[in-house]
């Protein structure tokens, strides 16, 4: 029977008959989130303060911790409870840069665009050096440098063949992709499963062992600088991060990234003999001498009849440091926080606790959630292998039972974005194929936003994985793309301006409405079986 703003939605498409008969969809709080969201959004007021305020947000730098500081006094002022910041041990030192000019001198003189690597030095003032390509894959190759490359700066990488686009920067979801996106691809092989992700770990180790030694070498050899080029083309400076966060580790010399229209040319100038010179000024520094602790920041709305039960949503509120960390990430971040005050400014009071994290570490391996979710929920028992105590958790393979923490039964569901700006499309499954009808339930009032779709499907490489591989239903969002792999990922375009307001608005509003209805099902959203590890 239908009953005064609550509607029992019983949708035509695949799923379990019961479930879909017993999910209920509270529509007049459904309309309240959206007029909310619609109509007196401040997800943009946020997303601004974020990434023109405050700028980058690396791990560990200050303007990491000016964000978990400003954070916390918006949730406060929201009238959240329980805002903490949630430390994990010795993530690493903070850096920071404020410039870096880089010039041609000879041959010719011209201004080239190179931005630094993270956690690597700069350089003591204006330095002036002959550059030199140098062709390093593995430890031997270090060998024939020795006694060669002091006064040098280096370019580590071949000139790339520019790749002229064949398709559009921006792209949405249309019809048929996201007909494809339901398609689910049945795995192969577990044994090759674990083949290629111990394939990937020793890539990985040997991948760090390469770059530890190469540090050090170069840094005795006395080079000035290093130059790799960027991982895309147009002008775009895609970078990370290069000599190492650990104190006591060698960071080596200063690392560049260069936009490759610029790179190429000094690859093709030193390939034909020409005596290159290239002036340097980088100031870079790290802020600490000794390993700090990371920080997520934490809030919530507290629930009533089922107050000890869990929903979290969370994004990643750290960045890469060259622009201004929009669509990576402080789009889900805005998104989530607005969830958050919408639930509060509608008056919602949710059965479960409504816990939001905002995450640190996410960029170098889900390093905040993975230790949240260790400390909290579940975790592993360490290795004793000292090669797989190398690996990021994230990339460890399961040794032993899982140990189950005092909430781990408490948790319902995590909610996460991280995919860009781009509007909320739908959500992936994760294989659990019991939420699927709850979830096709919880999108329809949203149909008319475009959103209707869930994908039986995994996606991954983001927080929600820290959840769902201790067996918690952990679930990311289905997003149009935009231009989050084609400009912005990880580059110096990450700015303000390639993120869709209306979007953001969308997302929340979803976000919300998803966090209320399992806040206020009889039952926690089910789990699918862990596998055994």
Do not use: C
């Not at 440098?145 to 920067?169: C, M």
């Amino acid at each position: 029977m239908l009953k005064w703003g609550v509607l029992a939605i019983a949708l035509a498409m695949g799923g379990n008959a019961a479930a879909q008969q017993r999910e209920t969809v509270d529509l007049d709080m459904v309309g309240r989130i959206r007029q909310e969201a619609f109509h007196r959004s401040q997800v943009m007021a946020t997303f601004s303060h974020l990434t023109e305020r405050i700028g980058p947000r690396l791990t560990n730098s200050p303007a990491m911790a000016e964000a978990n500081r400003w954070s916390r006094g918006k949730f406060t002022e929201w009238g959240l409870v329980n805002v903490h910041d949630d430390a994990f041990d010795a993530f690493g030192r903070g850096w920071v840069f404020s410039n870096a000019n880089v010039e041609m001198i000879a041959p010719r003189v011209a201004p080239l665009y190179a931005l630094p690597k993270a956690w690597t030095p700069g350089t003591p003032g204006t330095v002036e050096g002959e550059v030199m390509k140098v062709d390093i894959k593995k430890l031997a190759d270090l060998e024939q440098y020795k006694g060669k490359l002091a006064g040098r700066i280096l370019l580590l990488n071949d000139a790339r063949d520019y790749a002229r686009a064949t398709q559009s920067d921006s792209h949405r979801h249309d019809e048929a992709g996201l007909a494809e996106l339901q398609v689910f691809a049945v795995p192969g092989e577990v044994a090759d499963a674990q083949a290629e992700r111990r394939r990937k770990a020793t890539e990985y180790l040997e991948k760090q062992a390469l770059t530890r030694a190469t540090n050090a070498f170069f840094a005795e050899q006395g080079v000035l600088a290093t130059i790799s080029i960027s991982g895309w083309d147009n002008g775009i400076i895609r970078v990370g991060g290069g000599g190492s966060r650990k104190a006591g580790e060698p960071v080596g010399v200063p690392e560049l990234a260069m936009m490759a229209e610029h790179y190429n040319p000094l690859v093709r100038a030193v390939e034909q003999k020409q005596a290159v010179k290239l002036r340097v000024n980088v100031d870079a520094r790290f802020t600490d001498t000794q390993d700090q602790p990371g920080y997520n920041t934490l809030a919530e709305i507290r629930g009533s009849s089922k107050a000890d039960e869990i929903v979290m949503l969370g994004a990643h509120l750290d960045s890469w440091h060259t622009g201004t960390g929009a669509a990576d990430n402080a789009a889900g971040v805005a998104v989530m926080m607005e969830a958050m005050r919408i639930l509060k400014a509608v008056g919602a009071k949710p059965r479960r606790t409504i816990r939001v994290a905002l995450w640190s570490g996410e960029e170098q391996g889900l390093v905040g959630s993975q230790a949240y979710v260790g400390r909290h929920f579940a975790r592993y028992p360490e290795p004793a292998d000292p090669a797989q105590q190398a690996l990021p958790a994230s990339m460890r393979e399961p040794t032993g039972a899982l140990q189950r923490r005092r909430d781990y039964d408490k948790l319902s569901v995590y909610f996460n974005m991280d995919n860009g700006s781009g509007r909320f499309r739908g959500i992936y499954a994760q294989e659990n194929l019991a939420a699927v009808p709850i979830f096709e339930a919880w999108l329809a009032p949203f149909h008319d936003v475009g959103a209707r779709t869930v994908a039986t499907r995994n996606t991954g490489s983001t927080d929600h994985i820290a959840f769902d591989r201790v067996g918690l239903p952990g679930f990311q969002f289905i997003q149009d793309r935009l231009d989050y792999f084609t400009n912005v990922h990880h580059s110096n375009l990450d700015t303000w301006d390639h993120a869709e307001p209306e979007d953001l608005k969308q997302a929340a509003a979803i976000v919300a409405a998803f966090a209320y209805n399992a806040a206020m099902r009889e039952e926690k959203m089910p789990r699918k079986p862990l596998l055994a590890p």
